[in-house]
Structure formats: C-alpha cells, structure tokens
C-alpha cells in the first residue's frame, strides 16, 4: 500500500483531490469507510478535537487501523482543527497519519512558530505522520450560517507570495489556504470559490494544498478546485446534516429501541452522501 503522502502527490499529479470526511461515532465511520471501500480509492478519516475527544484518541486511531489492516485499504486517519502545539502532540504520539493545526486566527508570527514547532515535532517522530497548517480567513464552526461571515472577502484570502514565505519558514507538508471557501454552510449559498487563486498559490507555494469548508461548494468549483491545485477537500457540514435528518426519519419511521437497529439508516445516508463526493472529487463517471 502506498503512503498518505503518495497517494495526496498521486491526486496532486493527476489533478484529482482525495475527500476528507469528519467521523462522531462507528455508523459514521463505516458509512464513508463503505463508501471509498465501494470505489476502490482512499480516504481520509478526520476527527476534530471534539469529535475525538468524544471516540477517545487512542480509540480512533485504533479503529481506523484496524479497517486498513483487515481490509488492506487506503483509509488514513486525520487530527482535524487542533488548535494547540500540545493537542497536535497528542495525536502524533497517538499515531494518527495526519494532523492540521490550525492558527489562522492568529497573528501571523504566533502562527508560524506554533505550525514549525509541529512540524519540527512530527520530523523526529517514529511515525509517519503529514502536517497541514491553515493561512487566512477561513471562519469556523461546521453548521449552517444564516450569512457569509464578516471578514469574508478577497481582500483576506492567502496571497501567493505569503504561502510560499509561510511553507519556507514552517516546513509543513500542506496547505489551507483561503480562496472563498469557510467552514459551515450558508443558507443563502456559500461564496465562490477563487479558482485562480488555488492556481496561483498552488504554483508559488509548491506544496499540496487542502481545501477546508468544502460543504455548500458547488460541484462545478469542486472539480475547478481540484484541477487548480487543491489535493484533498473537507465535507463535514454536509455530513452532520445528513446524519441528522436520516436520523429523525428513522426514529419516526420505527419503534425498534435497539440503536444498531435504527441507526442502519444514518449510516446509509452518509455511505451515499460520500460516494456521491468522492466520485466528483475523483473525476469517476
């Protein structure tokens, strides 16, 4: 089996991006693990602080591992939004594959002393683990915006020649920028993404970038995205509501009190909704 880094250089090449979905529980995790098995091409697995403090960090990296070594599957785990040198720490040690720490609410100089020190941390560490730093306004919270936040506009997306000087003074293996995108899900419609700008950042910063907030995205700046440079994209937003709404038709539609039972539905709704992203995102017909 080829490495994480292999297969997001594979995507990057190919001008294709590897989907990266938020897991809360086992349905979850199943339904996109279902899904990427379905297709036969790999995934990321990521978990926020929350959502892993939640599966237990030691339990997540476990579950995850054993799916891959049973099944001999691409399946990675990611520590998604740790917001700390020590929660980064943390899920090195623990061995997840990946981890983002993000400082993008920072003054730019915080920002990159915290992303160098893990990456620093990561280097000298047994496992073989990616770091990915955020640069820009992104916004946050994954749930449903009444409005594009202010901050939102051009003016603060990543600019090129900041990349790259942040990629030099950091080491990090990865990018998310901002090019438009924020986390969450506009009711009114999430802003267009800035294609030239994936390119542009793309080409002066020289590493692969990540797209975060990818839920409420048109299909159509998806695949632009992914042509442009953007090697892995975030769902999470879509997922949550996803998982929700199945959830409530289900426990309307039976009176099993068993959960294995009823949460079968939950779990087809997220199998679904992952398939149907990563064909898009992996340019399948």
């Known amino acids: ?10 995507a990057d090449k190919n001008g294709t991006a590897i989907g990266h979905f938020n897991i809360a529980n086992i349905e979850t995790m199943w339904g996109v693990f279902n899904a990427a098995r379905n297709l036969d091409v ?49 899920a090195i040690d623990a061995g997840f594959d990946m981890v983002i720490y993000d400082g993008s609410n920072l003054p730019y100089d915080e920002n990159v002393d915290i992303s160098k020190r893990c990456a ?36 603060t997306q990543t600019k090129p020649n900041d990349a790259l000087e942040f990629i030099k003074a950091t080491g990090v293996d990865l990018l998310a920028p901002s090019v438009g995108n924020i986390h969450g899900i506009v009711k009114s419609g999430n ?18 970038l990540v797209l975060h907030g990818g839920s409420g995205s048109s299909d159509e700046d998806f695949v632009h995205a992914a042509h442009a440079g953007m090697s892995i994209i975030h769902i999470s937003t879509e997922l949550r509501l996803g998982y ?6 289900s426990l309307e539609e039976t009176k099993e009190i068993a959960p294995y039972k009823y949460l079968k539905k939950p779990r087809k709704e997220i199998e679904r909704i992952v398939e149907a992203r990563i064909k898009l995102f992996s340019g399948i017909k």
Do not use: C, W
């Open 1 to 10: 089996m080829k490495t994480l880094k292999e297969y997001i250089l594979e």
């Open 42 to 90: 790999p995934v990321i697995i990521g978990v926020s602080e929350g959502e892993r403090d939640f599966i237990g960090i030691k339990q997540s990296v476990v579950l995850i591992r054993s799916l891959r070594e049973e099944f001999d599957f691409p399946v990675f785990l990611n520590a998604d939004h740790s917001y700390s040198f020590d929660r980064v720490k943390e």
């Open 244 to 249: 929700l709404e199945s959830l409530k038709a």
């Open 120 to 155: 620093d941390y990561a280097a000298q560490s047994p496992n073989d683990v990616l770091v990915e730093a955020e640069l820009g306004f992104i916004g946050s919270g994954s749930n449903v915006k009444e409005s594009i936040p202010e901050g939102v506009s051009e003016e």
């Open 191 to 208: 802003p267009q993404l800035n294609i030239q700008r994936i390119k542009d950042i793309r080409e002066t910063a020289g590493v692969p």
